[in-house]
């Protein structure tokens, strides 16, 4: 370092090529200076992680620190906005959002990488472009990536001989440089493996030239470069006709991408332009991955980055006839063919609408509304109930419904509907009849909890095929609440809501002649049940079971807790703690008997 604190200036130093990667030019440059990539970093200055055996650069690829720019402008003489030209964040105005990347941490690259689709730690590549010169070009590392234009072939994702992801670098550190000096030929593959078994550690010598290129067709390799056109500024997208910002562009190809996903077919990749073998394969591949899936994370494997070239060129085919299409009418078509897949699917029974947690871009909003049934197919039948008035109120109405009305009367109106859930839509559907104007109203009216109600009527009503029979069924349940007798749900909602345990004195004289402890787990069931038996709630909203009351018990042992709890109670019990709810609920006036 000079007394500037600035690296001093390195001899003949290589030109970037237009469009290539941080990482290439730095192995060129290290090999033209004989140097091994991470001593050519270190001679840069580039900022580093201290502590580790190899050279960690800060963001390597990714972006460069003010300090790291600083330092490489002062030691090769290349511009600052050449330099920036061969980071992933150069694609942040179009192809990708760094928002909330802060330089300050290299931890926020976390949720970077999970959101983006680009390849933060490796690249793909084209063996042909790597055969004529070893120049990895910046926008192989995009997740979309998947047809190099020039030679009409698909990009190769793995290394045949080592299997690690091209342009991996050291395989203990993503992003880590070799330190050792040794001669590093650039038309290998150079993924270094750490020694396992009888292999010594060292770097992959895979002639990249040798990989297996597979031909695509024409017209696969004109649309990478349309879309690449974009990504770099070079195009002024359209999507159905309209000229769009490209991020926004890029918006919508994510949308739409998590459509295909979701709904695809094998049908449907064979009547888009022929692709190569293996591409359908995989892009299925990975959609029974998802449905097979055990628990969550449906929403985020449809937004995440296509794992592989192959996908992204399913992705890019399926895709095509909505982000290209002439003008507004055709584009409308396809996305409600689309559409009407991905709604037929969630009325499936035991399905959800994954895409509801991904973003529609503004230019495909009104589109995709305009395809999308009502969210509430049953919303229109109410025209069709007794113009009478009920003779119930909201006041009168549980959160859950009576288990043997809803399994008798609703259920078979909600194929693949847990019962709590069929439950609590049941209830509100019946403060529709009793006067509620919307789903909402109704979970204000009843004061139930939005998120869950939401839950319900987003999800629940699009499974109702026939909504007469519905609400026939629901005023069915309403006519028999009436005939047991009316009971003012909304005051015993409000006399039980701070009942957190049963006191000591209430159950001893029951439980002490069956040789039953009264413990203070106990004695909170107790008061669980006796809530849930007075108001016709969730069990799991009692009071008794507040976030906090039972630090640290998880949520699963309190649940197992309640189950044990509801089979072990003995009718002894059960009756007092009814007495015990109807002294609360109906107190006896000062001076009574």
């Known amino acids: 370092m000079g007394e500037s604190g600035l690296p001093r200036r390195l001899p003949a130093v290589l030109v970037p090529i237009d469009g290539e990667s941080f990482a290439s030019w730095l192995n060129r440059a290290a090999a033209d200076w004989q140097l091994a990539p991470g001593e050519a970093a270190h001679a840069m200055g580039l900022e580093c992680h201290p502590g580790y055996s190899v050279v960690r650069p800060l963001f390597f690829g990714i972006t460069l620190t003010e300090r790291s720019l600083a330092r490489a402008v002062a030691a090769t003489g290349i511009d600052a906005q050449a330099l920036r030209a ?24 976390t949720a970077l990488g999970h959101r983006e689709w680009a390849l933060f730690t490796s690249s793909r590549a084209c063996p042909k472009c790597l055969a004529a010169r070893p120049v990895w070009p910046l926008w192989w590392r995009l997740g979309i990536a998947a047809v190099c234009p020039v030679h009409q072939v698909l990009l190769v994702d793995l290394c045949r001989r080592c299997g690690i992801r091209l342009g991996r670098g050291y ?29 010594k550690a060292g770097l992959c010598e895979q002639n990249l030239a040798a990989l297996p290129a597979v031909p695509v067709p024409a017209g696969l390799a004109v649309l990478q470069q349309q879309v690449l056109d974009i990504a770099d500024g070079r195009a002024v997208p359209r999507v159905a006709g309209l000229a769009v910002a490209p991020a926004e562009f890029f918006a919508a190809l994510r949308f739409t991408a998590a459509l295909v996903r979701l709904v695809a077919t094998a049908d449907d990749l064979a009547v888009c332009t022929a692709l190569p073998g293996g591409v359908a394969e995989e892009f299925a591949a990975d959609q029974r991955g998802r449905e097979q899936a055990s628990r ?16 992204a060129a399913a992705v890019l085919a399926l895709t095509e006839p909505v982000l290209f299409a002439p003008d507004r009418h055709t584009c409308q078509q396809v996305l409600s063919a689309w559409m009407g897949r991905a709604v037929a699917r969630r009325r499936s029974p035991g399905k959800s609408d994954p895409l509801r947690v991904v973003p529609r871009p503004a230019c495909l909003e009104p589109l995709v509304r305009a395809a999308v049934p009502p969210s509430s197919r049953i919303a229109g039948a109410l025209a069709v109930r007794p113009a009478a008035r009920p003779l119930f109120t909201m006041a009168h109405l549980p959160h859950l419904v009576d288990a043997d009305d809803y399994t008798q009367l609703l259920a078979a109106h909600l194929p693949g509907t ?25 979970a204000a009216d009843l ?10 009527t987003n999800t629940l009503v699009q499974r109702i095929t026939d909504p007469d029979a519905f609400w026939r069924a629901t005023e069915r349940i309403g006519v028999r609440l009436r005939e047991r007798g009316l009971v003012d749900y909304a005051a015993c909602r409000r006399k039980l809501a701070s009942l957190t345990t049963v006191p000591h004195a209430v159950l001893y004289p029951v439980c002490r002649p069956l040789e039953y402890d009264v413990t203070l787990q106990r004695r909170r069931h107790s008061a669980a049940w006796t809530w849930q038996h007075f108001t016709g709630g969730d069990v799991r909203e009692a009071p008794a079971y507040a976030p906090g009351l039972w630090t640290p018990t998880s949520t699963e042992s309190l649940r197992e807790g309640w189950r044990r709890f509801a089979a072990w109670i003995p009718d002894v019990v059960a009756q007092r703690l009814m007495v015990f709810g109807r002294e609360l609920i109906h107190p006896d006036p000062p001076g009574g008997a």
């Not at 969550?296 to 996908?311: D, F, K, V």
Request: hydrophobic share 40%; with cysteine; net charge positive.
């Open 418 to 442: 847990a019962p709590v859930s069929g439950r609590r839509l049941a209830a509100l559907a019946l403060a529709r009849i009793a006067g509620a104007t919307s789903w909402q109203q109704a």
């Open 86 to 109: 061969m980071q992933l964040s150069w694609y942040a105005t179009s192809a990708l959002d760094f928002a909330g990347l802060d330089l300050a941490a290299e931890a926020s690259l």
């Open 447 to 456: 004061a139930m909890d939005p998120l869950k109600a939401a839950r319900a």
């Open 171 to 199: 395989t203990g550190h993503p992003r880590g440089l070799l330190t050792r000096r040794q001669e590093v030929d650039l038309g290998r593959c150079n993924n270094r493996r750490p020694a396992t078994g009888r292999r």
């Open 296 to 311: 969550g994370g449906a929403g985020t494997q449809l937004r995440a980055s296509p794992p592989s070239a192959a996908h």
